[in-house]
Nanobody, 118 residues
């Protein structure tokens, strides 16, 4: 069982930066692939980024590639999403999620709101 708590959201102007954090409970954090997803008002939840359990593999949605960076610190049981050059279309509730490798994401946080003003 993994419990996830996101933080770091807020209001930022276009072109600005934010860093989201996701703190995980449990001693097996290092065994999980971790991901970030987002959901904008009236839209379905979409994939943003993922990092493998080992940290040596990352993948990004085309819409954030080159602007966002996912990382993890297993000593702190935390995964991060550094978001730079933010755009109004990045406005959404951001969720982190955990998955046993090769399985679907089945642990989710409560989400943190990111609002980018133009």
């Amino acid at each position: 069982q993994v419990q996830l708590v996101e933080s770091g959201g807020g209001l930022v102007q276009a072109g600005g930066s934010l860093r989201l954090s996701c703190a995980a409970s449990g001693r097996t954090f290092s065994r999980y692939d971790m991901g970030w997803f987002r959901q904008a008002p009236g839209k379905e939840r979409e994939f943003v980024a993922t990092i493998s359990w080992s940290g040596d593999s990352t993948r990004y949605a085309d819409s954030v590639k080159g602007r966002f960076t996912i990382s993890r610190d297993d000593a702190k049981n935390t995964v991060y999403l550094q978001m730079n050059s933010l755009k109004p279309e990045d406005t959404a509730v951001y969720y982190c999620a955990a998955a046993i490798p090769t399985f679907s994401y089945n642990y989710w946080g409560q989400g943190t709101q990111v609002t980018v003003s133009s």
